[in-house]
């Protein structure tokens, strides 16, 4: 599915959007919680059926919110940890919505990008008809119009049995100042990643981006707010190709279970809409792991 943008401007604005938005039915609000503690940050958003995809780094902010550390390990393994994580999906215009659990995380260090496995949590979520929108691996030129939506500054309260859920929802709008092919720096950026001068808030991160096709081409990584007047906001966008990397081992008619193959597979079989698949090498050693990953200019 195309998400429509109606001729936006490149000139940067930062709208509140309203829950009867259609993005809402595919961004998503993210909230974890362990006993009676529950924290809310970060967003993102559908990609195929039961799949989503967020900010590696909101899954690492969380990781320090409840288990007292940052992910430890490899980033080709799968993430555990001892609190649960949900998602929150708005629905027929902001009229209703479902909350997701997030039962399996996998990650890969090609990029800031964590594949998120949505769980149903009631028999409404069982039944639901999968939109999802066309990704486009192919980096944004110097000049592209973007749009970006997330949940901002969220915030997520208890009393009682009673859960609230709080959001500052908005689209951002910009236009591409720089594409980093393979990083912009070897510590905060040291992946794909193009800069915009779109404003992202905190809570923004792992939210979509789309190019003025309609298409997802990155997801929200991180911003740099102008520190004199007159100046703008330096944001930064993950690129989607190397989640082609990332190996994940969801159920598949005809595919043996427990078995890791990476989202590159899920695109050649249509699972996942990614345009440019094709231009998307992998390179493994002798184990078969991978050790590369490459987008293909021609």
């Known amino acids: 599915m195309k998400i429509s943008f109606n001729n936006f401007s490149k000139t940067p604005t930062f709208n509140k959007t309203s829950?009867?938005?259609?993005?809402?039915?595919?961004?998503?609000?993210?909230?974890?919680?362990?006993?009676?503690?529950?924290?809310?940050?970060?967003?993102?958003?559908?990609?195929?059926?039961?799949?989503?995809?967020?900010?590696?780094?909101?899954?690492?902010?969380?990781?320090?919110?409840?288990?007292g550390n940052y992910l430890d390990g490899p980033r080709d393994t799968e993430v555990n940890g001892t609190f649960h994580l949900q998602v929150f999906q708005v629905l027929n215009n902001g009229k209703s919505g479902l909350i997701w659990d997030i039962t399996r995380l996998w990650t890969c260090k090609f990029t800031d990008i964590a594949v998120l496995r949505l769980s149903p949590t009631t028999e409404k979520a069982l039944n639901l008809q999968w939109k999802f929108p066309k990704i486009d691996l192919i980096l944004p030129k110097v000049g592209d119009r973007i749009s970006c939506f997330g949940y901002g500054t969220p915030k997520i309260t208890k009393s009682g049995n009673k859960v609230e859920w709080f959001v500052?929802?908005?689209?951002?709008?910009?236009?591409?100042?720089?594409?980093?092919?393979?990083?912009?720096?070897?510590?905060?950026?040291?992946?794909?990643?193009?800069?915009?001068?779109?404003?992202?808030?905190?809570?923004?991160?792992?939210?979509?981006?789309?190019?003025?096709?309609?298409?997802?081409?990155?997801?929200?990584?991180?911003?740099?707010?102008?520190?004199?007047?007159?100046?703008?906001?330096?944001?930064?966008?993950?690129?989607?190709?190397?989640?082609?990397?990332?190996?994940?081992?969801?159920?598949?008619?005809?595919?043996?279970?427990?078995?890791?193959?990476?989202?590159?597979?899920?695109?050649?079989?249509?699972?996942?809409?990614?345009?440019?698949?094709?231009?998307i090498a992998l390179f493994t050693d002798e184990d078969g792991t991978i050790v590369k990953v490459r987008l293909n200019s021609t």
């Not at 970060?42 to 969380?62: C, E, K, P, R, W």
């Not at 990643?193 to 808030?201: K, L, P, S």
């Not at 078995?259 to 597979?265: C, N």
Request: with cysteine; glycine share 10%.
């Open 168 to 279: 500052d929802s908005r689209t951002s709008i910009g236009e591409v100042k720089q594409v980093h092919n393979q990083k912009r720096d070897n510590l905060k950026l040291s992946f794909p990643c193009f800069q915009t001068n779109a404003r992202f808030d905190g809570g923004m991160s792992g939210g979509p981006v789309f190019n003025d096709k309609g298409k997802l081409c990155g997801i929200i990584c991180s911003n740099f707010p102008p520190i004199d007047d007159g100046e703008e906001h330096a944001s930064y966008v993950t690129s989607l190709w190397p989640l082609m990397a990332i190996q994940i081992d969801i159920d598949r008619y005809g595919y043996p279970e427990g078995v890791r193959y990476p989202m590159l597979e899920l695109a050649k079989d249509g699972f996942i809409h990614a345009e440019g698949w094709e231009k």
């Open 19 to 67: 829950f009867d938005s259609p993005i809402t039915e595919f961004a998503l609000g993210i909230v974890a919680h362990k006993n009676d503690k529950y924290y809310a940050s970060g967003s993102a958003i559908i990609v195929g059926t039961n799949l989503a995809i967020t900010a590696y780094h909101v899954i690492d902010d969380f990781f320090q919110k409840f288990e």
